[in-house]
């Protein structure tokens, strides 16, 4: 019976979740909690209409804002402004898409590229490259199949596995499981551990549970960072959106397209 039940769980929960990844597409479309907070409503209340008609004027007003944000990705501040824009566009042959593209690049109520916000290229180089460079370090790390420890008396770190240990520094020749029937004072001076080291990485390494002990640490390790991958690798997607968005700023810029809205005289004409 505890089984069909933690099934039956189970199963509504993947049912759920392509729910659960909408509404979170359509917040971060719409950059709003109104939609899921309007579905409340009405599964909480039914098809009931608000009977105050500035509120369900103002309701709706809020739903259709929220619509126009879905369905094109531009963040207009309210309907006024979006019928602007959608004017604006349609007037200057510019599909929402591209100003949607630009993202904080585009000021939506003044109908122009924020030029002074463009963030260098120098810039964006140097953070690609340094999120490249740690992204790729991470991997490196990863594939190592050594775990460092630390040493309480001298906090020298050491990098070890099942059948063999090696300082960090100074990076000598690596102290095996097989090496510690050997002289102490040879294998010290051939590693760089001194003699209650070396005493120590014998006694881990012929310890009956030290291959289980470092296989528990090399995936908590490698858990740690593939977590750490992942974030470098979402923060250098995020420069490259910027990039992407700047470009088509840009390109929308070069056109030198006037803000004033269609049948409206520009303050600058005489």
């Given amino acids: 019976m505890e089984l069909a039940s933690i099934t039956q769980f189970a199963g509504v929960l993947v049912a759920l979740v392509p729910l659960v990844l909408g509404f979170v597409v359509v917040i971060w479309r719409t950059v709003s909690l109104h939609t899921l907070l309007r579905r409340l409503w009405l599964l909480v209340h039914g098809s009931d209409e608000i009977s105050d008609p500035k509120i369900r004027s103002y309701v709706d007003e809020q739903t259709n804002l929220m619509s126009f944000r879905m369905f094109s990705g531009v963040q207009a501040a309210s309907l006024e402004e979006a019928h602007q824009l959608i004017d604006w566009a349609q007037h200057h042959r510019v599909d929402l898409r591209q100003i949607a593209a630009c993202g904080r ?9 924020r030029k002074h916000t463009f963030p260098s290229s120098s810039y964006l180089f140097a953070k690609i490259s340094f999120f490249t460079l740690l992204l790729m370090g991470l991997v490196v790390l990863m594939a190592i199949p050594q775990v460092p420890f630390t040493f309480k008396d001298s906090g020298r770190t050491f990098l070890a596995n099942e059948s063999l240990a090696k300082p960090l520094s100074p990076l000598l020749q690596p102290l095996k499981k097989s090496d510690c029937d050997q002289s102490w004072d040879a294998l010290a001076e051939r590693t ?8 120590i990485v014998c006694d881990l390494l012929s310890a009956k549970n030290w291959s289980q002990h470092v296989e528990s640490e090399l995936k908590k390790q490698r858990w740690v960072l ?3 991958a992942l974030v470098s690798l979402a ?10 968005a700047v470009g088509r700023a840009k390109d929308l810029s070069a056109r030198g397209l ?8 520009s303050p600058f004409d005489f």
């Fill in 192 to 199: 760089s551990f001194t003699l209650d080291e070396v005493k």
């Fill in 105 to 113: 690049y585009f000021d939506t109520g003044l109908r122009q590229v």
């Fill in 258 to 265: 006037s803000p004033v809205l269609p049948g409206q005289q």
């Fill in 226 to 228: 593939f977590v750490y």
């Fill in 235 to 244: 923060l250098l997607c995020h420069v490259f959106f910027v990039v992407y």
